[in-house]
T-cell receptor, first 109, second 117 residues
Framework: DQQVKQNSPSLSVQEGRISILNCDYT??????FLWYKKYPAEGPTFLIS?????DKNEDGRFTVFLNKSAKHLSLHIVPSQPGDSAVYFC????????FGQGTTLQVKP | EPEVTQTPSHQVTQMGQEVILRCVPI?????FYWYRQILGQKVEFLVS????????KSEIFDDQFSVERPDGSNFTLKIRSTKLEDSAMYFC???????????????FGAGSRLTVL
């Protein structure tokens, strides 16, 4: 039952370039989507969210795009920094959070 | 910044033993959760808790699992008779009231790693 899928287990980008992390979902009734970042030995920390009635939400270097017809969302990080290296989870909000498998981002100096 | 604290950070136990994982949620939060992450897999929902009762639980949360808020500050997850497949990182999370137009933003603890031998 994979309602939220992150098909890329890993991504490597150069410092200063754009990182694009993708996420697909199956249930069109989800109200909100969230992105969390996780460093080793720490819990997931909230990054940014988007309502299902919007197609874009921006917070500093982080922008989330939502394409409802494709049931797809993406997180853009511009410019990428080495400190952004972490595992990124997208999650759908159903009252509880349903997480994807995560994508490990490595930003190379 | 307020944080969710979890103890122990790592526990090793023998199969069949009981384990209690402890969490101190953020003080003014009223909704509490347990999630787990088996190594290399996704973060999975176990149970949510509000107003001193379970509000939702997953298929994983069978009779071997229980949760309790014994004293108004701690939130515990008990596994009665551990199995090898219970080995995972267990995350506690909490949140306050949801804003009228906002997502359920959960604050997670750093996790308790459980190793069942």
């Amino acid at each position: 039952d994979q309602q939220v899928k992150q098909n890329s287990p890993s991504l490597s980008v150069q410092e200063g370039r754009i990182s694009i992390l993708n996420c697909d979902y199956t249930n069109s009734m989800f109200d909100y989507f969230l992105w969390y970042k996780k460093y080793p030995a720490e819990g997931p920390t909230f990054l940014i969210s988007i309502s299902s009635i919007k197609d874009k939400n921006e917070d500093g270097r982080f922008t989330v795009f939502l394409n409802k017809s494709a049931k797809h969302l993406s997180l853009h990080i511009v410019p990428s920094q080495p400190g952004d290296s972490a595992v990124y989870f997208c999650a759908a909000d159903t009252g509880k959070l349903i997480f994807g498998q995560g994508t490990t981002l490595q930003v190379k100096p | 910044e307020p944080e969710v604290t979890q103890t122990p950070s790592h526990q090793v136990t023998q199969m069949g033993q009981e384990v209690i994982l402890r969490c101190v949620p953020i003080s003014n939060h009223l909704y509490f959760y347990w999630y787990r992450q088996i190594l290399g897999q996704k973060v999975e929902f176990l149970v949510s808790f509000y107003n001193n009762e379970i509000s939702e639980k997953s298929e994983i949360f069978d009779d071997q699992f229980s949760v309790e808020r014994p004293d108004g500050s701690n939130f515990t997850l008990k596994i009665r008779s551990t199995k090898l497949e219970d080995s995972a990182m267990y995350f506690c999370a909490s949140r306050g009231f949801r804003h009228l137009a906002g997502a359920n933003v959960l604050t997670f603890g750093a996790g308790s790693r459980l190793t069942v031998l």
